[in-house]
């Protein structure tokens, strides 16, 4: 261990300035490896089983070998700059890799018999004057679905993909055959199968000749409110430009969701793993929408799926994620409320007002159990859960909350009072206990517990390197070997030398002993019971019996703010009318 020691107090601001705590001193962590990275490294990414780095960069992608930090392959493109890469396994040693480059085209990958095959492009340009750009692309694990946020000529709206995995792998062997057959001495020229637009989901418009059923219902008021707030919200000359584009092209995020077994689904048997469902929503709007993910359309137009259900809130949703079981949706709402819902049985499992003022969510999170496969998550009505939510100032909390318990939230960072403590990075580390990874503008980097709120220790490169990017470090953490990779840059002001003397840096926690105490140990899942369905109801009554008292808490909260808003807008109205009484 380096003998380098740090002020906590001093590096989070913890405590009240009029009651400040002794100073701690908390050990750095030792790297473990470093290695010479591709020109312009602008994206790491690490497989779930940990045999792998993807690193996207200036002319191409790698892949690496996660233990010897050995290149295995590489695809080279000339005047391409990847600027985004994903990985999942789809067969024992064989992988898709998923990139969009700075032009905004989306590429699939295969990696097999150490070699990288471009099976497809997803965006083709095919009409010069009808751009399509990628702003997401996402590939579910596993590589059967894929979804990506599109935009052209001003709009935005979401696909989802479904790609021929099984018939990929069989190419994949048949050209790794090929060429291992001494015989064959010319190139290879296979036509790869192609993928599958599943639909086309646009941001919702105002129904017109239908029935006014109450998903519909739900839709349009959602519509008609989101109108009128962008109408009503008051911009100055500086983001006059800003509101008219978020107003014109609303932004799109989606989940992926698996299965919710028991009487509540359509009773069709679905492999194990592979998603039933897509979660949508888009920006100024206070519905989550979900969509089935039916068999492929058999015609191209046919693609414009309308929603399945319908999660309708109180406030505009600002940030989502799901469980890794995706049987809990979590959505960070305006007014700092955080709501969480039950798929199964179509309620909120808690309502949770974080305390404080002009909280803006910027980052939601699950803080979930990675020791036991996703389909082995026992999340509902058994445990209660925590997220890590982020918000724009800065702030950090931890909330916890769960059918039949009292919620709770809890401030691990505070707002910084210098920008460059801005943290760029705030992410649970998966293979550790309630343990936080934070990164800081000014390149500080540090592991914080949420239970005690205390830092575990401190993180740091070599005096001659820098993190690199501060503002968006490139780097990925492997939860199999325990592990962070990131990306730093020497210490130099030519700005081309820095991109030729990038590192990849590694911190190996399982072998520092100030990490081990908090390491997850695996735990054995607890067989999870659906019961009938008359069950299930007298489980969530019973569950909201006794969350009474949490609810009414909430409510309470809600109602105060309320009454102080009134009152505020009553001194405004009552100043404005002074005011033109003067004026006459």
Do not use: C, Q, Y
């Given at each position: 261990?380096?003998?380098?020691?740090?002020?906590?107090?001093?590096?989070?601001?913890?405590?009240?300035?009029?009651?400040?705590?002794?100073?701690?001193?908390?050990?750095?962590?030792?790297?473990t490896g470093v290695a010479q990275l591709p020109e312009n490294t602008n994206c790491l990414t690490c497989t779930a089983d940990g045999r792998f780095l993807g690193l996207a960069h200036n002319q191409g992608l790698s892949v690496w070998c996660a233990s010897s930090f050995t290149r295995v392959a590489e695809w080279l493109q000339s005047q391409l700059e990847l600027i985004f890469i994903q990985m999942t396994r789809i067969a024992e040693m064989t992988y898709l890799l998923g990139?969009?480059?700075?032009?905004?085209?989306?590429?699939?990958?295969?990696?097999?018999?150490?070699?990288?095959?471009?099976?497809?492009?997803?965006?083709?340009?095919?009409?010069?004057?009808?751009?399509?750009?990628?702003?997401?692309?996402?590939l579910h694990e596993g590589g059967h679905y894929g979804a990506a946020s599109v935009s052209c000529n001003g709009v935005v709206w979401l696909e989802v993909y479904q790609f021929p995995v099984e018939l990929w792998l069989r190419e994949l062997e048949m050209v790794s055959s090929q060429k291992k057959d001494e015989n064959l001495t010319e190139g290879l020229d296979i036509k790869w199968s192609p993928f599958t637009l599943m639909m086309k989901i646009s941001p919702p418009t105002l129904p017109t000749g239908k029935p006014l059923d109450f998903l519909t219902h739900c839709l349009t008021v959602d519509i008609i409110r989101s109108s009128r707030l962008h109408k009503e919200q008051p911009s100055s000359s500086s983001d006059a430009a800003t509101t008219k584009k978020t107003h014109e092209s609303p932004s799109c995020t989606q989940h992926f969701l698996l299965p919710c077994h028991g009487p509540t689904g359509d009773g069709t048997e679905n492999p194990a793993g592979l998603p039933v469902a897509v979660a949508v929503w888009w920006s100024g709007s206070t519905s989550l929408l979900q969509y089935l993910l039916q068999k492929p359309p058999k015609n191209k137009s046919d693609v414009t799926p309308m929603p399945e259900m319908l999660w309708p809130n109180a406030k505009e949703i600002l940030c989502s994620a799901v469980s890794r079981c995706t049987y809990l949706i979590a959505l960070g709402l305006k007014d700092a409320m955080v709501c969480i819902w039950n798929r199964q049985s179509g309620a909120p499992v808690s309502i949770v007002l974080v305390p404080g003022e002009t909280i803006a969510f910027s980052r939601i999170q699950f803080v979930d159990n990675w020791s036991v496969p996703a389909q082995d998550c026992v999340t509902v009505g058994t445990e209660p859960v925590r997220m890590l939510t982020s918000c724009k100032n800065g702030a950090i909390y931890m909330v916890t909350a769960g059918q039949g318990m009292r919620s709770s939230s809890i401030q691990l960072f505070q707002r910084p009072k210098d920008s460059r403590d801005l943290p760029t990075v705030a992410i649970p580390v998966p293979f550790l206990q309630a343990v936080s990874l934070i990164m800081q503008r000014s390149g500080n980097m540090f592991l914080t517990e949420a239970i005690s709120r205390e830092t575990v220790c401190y993180l740091t490169l070599p005096t001659s390197h820098q993190t690199a990017s501060l503002y968006n470090p490139v780097y990925t953490l492997n939860a199999e070997q325990r592990a962070l990779f990131i990306r730093g840059d020497q210490e130099t002001s030519d700005l081309l030398e820095r991109r030729n003397q990038s590192q990849l840096f590694v911190f190996y926690f399982s072998q520092s002993d100030i990490i081990k105490p908090h390491i997850d140990c695996p735990r054995q899942p607890t067989a999870r019971h659906h019961g009938t369905l008359e069950e299930i109801c007298n489980v969530y009554l019973e569950q909201r019996a006794q969350s009474v008292d949490d609810r009414n808490k909430a409510l309470e909260q809600t109602w105060g703010k309320m009454q102080k808003t009134a009152s505020a807008l009553q001194r405004t109205r009552r100043s404005r009318k002074h005011q033109k009484n003067l004026n006459k």
């Open positions: 261990m380096l003998p380098k020691t740090k002020d906590t107090a001093e590096m989070l601001g913890a405590g009240k300035e009029d009651a400040r705590p002794e100073p701690v001193l908390v050990p750095f962590l030792e790297l990139t969009v480059d700075d032009m905004g085209v989306a590429k699939v990958f295969g990696f097999h018999s150490d070699d990288i095959h471009l099976l497809s492009i997803i965006n083709i340009m095919e009409d010069v004057t009808v751009r399509s750009i990628f702003l997401t692309f996402d």
